[in-house]
């Protein structure tokens, strides 16, 4: 049965206490004992990691693997793996204008998408008690990847139309990557777009927002939300047209203060963040993530719209005692404030 996604998302705004919501999945290998290389490999694997993730943390929701190399791969990256860290991207597909004409949109089930969009399949039948997410790149993240992260900067200014070109074919496939993601049962998707946090709040406008808007005007409904996540410093000045997406809530990453944020956001959207992911749950310790997720909270909670969230994806090696600290200070905090 599906769920009513809008309720859920208005609930959430308006509870007094409000579960976390983290991008917590790659840590399920520790508790597994397996390795990055591993996970990534199996639906199996990702289903029961998620699964076990759930059965351990009284989280909001459960989110799948934010691994943003996934869509890349599926049009021809050259992906570099390893045991224990997150497969990254290595080179370009595209240089010059013919190339991205010629570039073929790939069918959703290429490389490993396939295996994505089955484990969301098999963790929505073992997770039943809160919604299930899937992860996936933004079209400007997706678009520097296949033409370099550095380079497409560049032509943003030398030449635009080859990469508005790239971000057509980018998001003609992430479209169709977030369908099949609805039709596996997921209640959302996360679309991360950090590379965007790079850009000036002009050029975020030109090729970041309209291209995100169109998946969210495809995906959205009653029983599908989609997040947007930008973990970039530059967020609060390009503000307007992140918003402008319309996306159903958004999540920002540990370069800026939430506390600056919150100002911005629409009472009526829910706005998440951002416990750093490097510095506390993979470096931190129990003590030192306690005091940073008390004093986020103690600056936003203060916005009924606020709900605490990682900065980013916890990395996989993150230690658990950090984990369960994060959650433990979250409950602290409501226990402190919804009884004196």
Known sequence: MNRNMRQWLEELRTAPVKKAFPILSFPAVQLMGITV?????????????????????????????????????????QIVFS?????TVRGSVVSEPEDVEALAVPQVGTART???????????????????????????SLAGRLLDVTEIMYCCYD???MVESLLDKATEFLIRYGRAFREAGADGVMIAEPLAGLLSPSLAAQFSAPFVKRIVQALQAEDFLVIYHNCGNC?????????????????????????EMMPHIPAGTVAMGNVDPAGQFRNGTPESIRRETLQIMQECCGWPNFVISSGCDIPPMSRWE?????????KEFYDHTCTG
Request: net charge negative.
């Open 37 to 77: 290389k591993e996970l990534i490999s199996s639906s199996e694997m990702q289903a029961e990691g998620m699964k076990r993730i759930a059965d351990r943390v009284d989280a909001a929701a459960a989110v799948s693997l934010m691994d943003l190399s996934v869509e890349a791969e599926c049009f021809g990256s």
């Open 83 to 87: 045991e224990n860290e997150v497969p």
């Open 114 to 140: 396939g295996i994505y969009v089955d484990a969301i399949r098999k963790a929505k039948e073992r997770i039943t008690d809160r919604p299930v997410f899937a992860g996936m790149i933004g079209p400007y």
């Open 159 to 161: 030449d635009p139309d």
């Open 235 to 259: 967020t609060i000045q390009m503000i307007d047209s992140i918003l402008d997406t319309g996306a159903d809530a958004y999540h920002f990453g540990n370069a800026i203060r939430m506390a």
């Open 322 to 330: 950090n984990i369960d600290a994060f959650f433990a200070a979250v």
